[in-house]
């Protein structure tokens, strides 16, 4: 915006021929008629501030039609223009800008970094995956994949309950315990994602241990305007592609509303060499929102509908060990078909529904007040081979409805001091058909109820240093309904300490009620310190809890892809992390640099840890219980950014992670390797826009990890061989080469049309990663070629 | 003021949700379906019936191992006829797993293995739809070798029954997905 106000002062500045001598004076006041002392007036680069009293003076311009600027932060800019023949007057009135007052001053210090942000330009590019797959631009954050469509945020080393993802002000609640349940959400309806590495979004919740993800949705101005986009993209890998379209409409009133919606289509997926059968996907979402921004008060009402069918490669379902043992030694799927769009079992079938509805009010000294209620359903439908009369039947069936009230304050004490403060309450109901599926509920029946109340505080010392500080308590309460196998039951140790919890049994099954509450304290205090004006440096320190969730406490039986038993555990108290964090910043015009170093010391971190190993009629079967230990990671990542020459700029992230399970001294499972990449780009704005960049994206092997390797006796030759199963081994690193190249177009009246042509994994690379859970079963993605066409209007 | 009535609401709000909803009375115990508790080879031959069972009541998923039972000694040179029967016993009445896999017969094969060259197995019909084995009726023939060894059977679910040997019992080119996989400890003397 800025640059465009600055083109148009010198195109107009320009046409000053004649060079007499004129003044523009006058006084800048609210529509309260009180001054606004410090406005900024501008005509042609001439220009002058108000002073106490809202007056000022511009002397020495020239004789011309000039377009003169009053800008005030928090108001609109006035915009006019002055025929400039004599001495002028210009008193004016300034109305407030709602739609700033909105974006109040605490979301900037998380907002801050720029490098953990990513702008819709670049969530564009990922129009056709998923939230996970955009999050890989920043730095410190990685995924933990199940083939390529679910993809899940890693934050520093930590995922799943450990990272809360706030969609439009809302936590989505979507069964994120899972390591194979990515989020529900589509990316086309963000307008930005910030990650919050640490506990900073206090607001959001007390148990970020490993951040938060915010997506914000596109801003809609308080004007009479019509905007959207359609964004089509067309793939080689999976023969398909995606479309997704959105319109926006804001009114001079305040009123506003907007609509989108996006379908996916894709068919099986190819490495290298081979089909990965069964891993085609869809999705149909949609969503809209009409909303109101008065003066002093306004609402929005928010709907978004999220439904995706997702295929489960093939290969990676097994039901012994002696499948998993095949997988691995064979080194490729042991099931390959030919391309199909089909998706058959294994698969997963989602519906994710969000309603919202927030009212503001603002008062005098930008003090706010915001109530928000929202509604989530989720549907997660779980789709395994199957044999008889339940072949058709999903494995899983759960429903999860959250509600969800909040109120916010916020304002300022004074001009150094700011505030926040609220309070949030929800009630969450888990719903498993077991009518629906004939399997035993691995996550039970059960009610939770959570409050919170929270306060952020932020005191501005000097123009350099600053403070931010934040306390958050939280209440939670589960009330769970449960069969457990009375064998589970006894050999978990629960007849003495949970007898309580028995109200019923069933043949061979104990049905029980736990119930069980908690009290967590959070909190985080930090400081920004602008060293120069290039440099400046922020530090924070940062106490999260984190209760169990519900896969901790109760799993218990076979992942089919993993081939292990999964077992809970209802002794499991919270987590409590500790994490230090600090940034340099450095940024010039041409050279940006962000180096963000970290601890974090987590007390009686989950983990799941193999155990023993139990014969059954299906052969020996591995089991890994939840248990909880001390953890230590320490990391750093850095984000760098260089203009080297004209039109050239060097884009570079990196990120290294050292967990340690400190309780066994060993190294802690699943942590990101060392990965690194690099982007050099050529941009040509006036050959239409011309983009063409080069990506290397390396990820090193994985050292450091736990030896759970196990031996069982395998009996496919007759006599039982004892056979070592190699599961813990990470892949080898690698690296790919990525091309991405666009241009852009004036089509129509103030339409623009963007045609993007990218290669992904360039020279089809055979691959696995270390934190994809089907690595074991195929190799990872081969090259896709993707043609995007992007018009904005 | 206005603020703590605000706050006051919506905490009322909440509580009125949470004290709503308490009524999903969840359905009984599952027992599931496709369990296989039972495993029953019985083989007739030489005037004998030697009975070969594996039974783990708490399912795959429960701690308890399988108690493996064989009922007597095999004779030598011996041909014996032999039958599987599948249960789930977790069910009451006990449910038969042997029909559904007889429905789904393209579906399933089972395989034998004998270790200390014992014996040779052959499959019986019924085969499947396709002419293809299925191996819930076969023949185990006892050559002159006496010792002890492991006889194991293998049940796989959706294996490649046309790749090269699968038909005649080689599991190396099977794949699918292991359903049953017990061993017994035997004796032929």
Redesign the interface.
Known sequence: MRYILLFAFLFIGNQSLVYSQNSLSGRITNEKNQPLAGSHVHVSTYFANTDDSGNFVIKGIPNARLQVFVEYLGYKTLDTILDFQGNKTLNVSLKPDVSQLQEVVLKETYAKNKAQEIKTATIEKYSSESLGDALKEISGVSSLKTGNTIVKPIINGLHSSRVLIINNNVRLEDQQWGTEHAPNMDVNTAGKISVIKGANGLEFGGDAIGGTVVIDPPHIPVKDTLFGKTILNGQSNGRGGSVTSSLFKGYESGWNWNLQGTFKYLGDFQAPDYVLSNTGNRERNLSGSLGYKGENQGFNFFYSYFNADIGILRASHISSTSDLIRAINSGEPQYISDFTYDINAPKQQLQHHLGKINYYKLFSNDRKLSLQYSFQFNNRLEFDLRRGDDKDKPSLDLDLKTHTVNADFEGNYSEKLKYKFGINGSYQNNFADTENTNVRALIPNYDKFDAGVYAIGNYVLNDKLSFETGIRYDFSHIDAKKYYLKTRWAERGYDDEFSQFIIGEEGQQWYTNPVFSYHNFSGSAGTTYEITEKLNWITNISLTSRNPNPAELFSDGLHHSTGQIELGDLQLKREVATKFSTALNYNTSKFALEINPYANFINDFKVLIPTTIILSNRGPFPVWEYRQVDARLLGIDVTADYDFAKNLNWHSTASYVYGEDLTSNAALIDMPPFNFNNTVSFKKANWNNLVLSLKNETVLTQKRYPNNDFYVDVLDSGAPVSTLVEISKPPKGYSLLHFNSEMSFDVFEKSKMTLGFNIQNLLNTNYRDYLNRTRYYADDLGRNFRVQLKLNY | M??IK??SL??V???F??SC??D???????????V????TATLTGGGQTIILK?Q???????????VVTVSGNLAANTTYSGSLDLLNE?A?PAES?TE?IL??AD?HQFFF????GLGAFAYLAPNDENGHPVGLNFTFTTGATVGT??L?I?LR??PSKSAEGVSSGN??NA?G???????FPITVQ
């Open positions: 206005k603020t605000f706050l919506s905490l709000a909440t509580l949700l949470a909803s308490n999903d009375s969840p359905a009984g115990a599952v027992n599931e379906e496709e296989i508790t039972t495993l594996s783990d009541l708490d399912g795959a998923e429960g701690p308890l191992a399988p977790a009451s797993i559904e429905e789904e579906d293995n004998v270790s200390n060894g492991t194991t293998i679910h959706e599991i190396a794949g997905e292991t359903d049953i996989q017990v061993s």
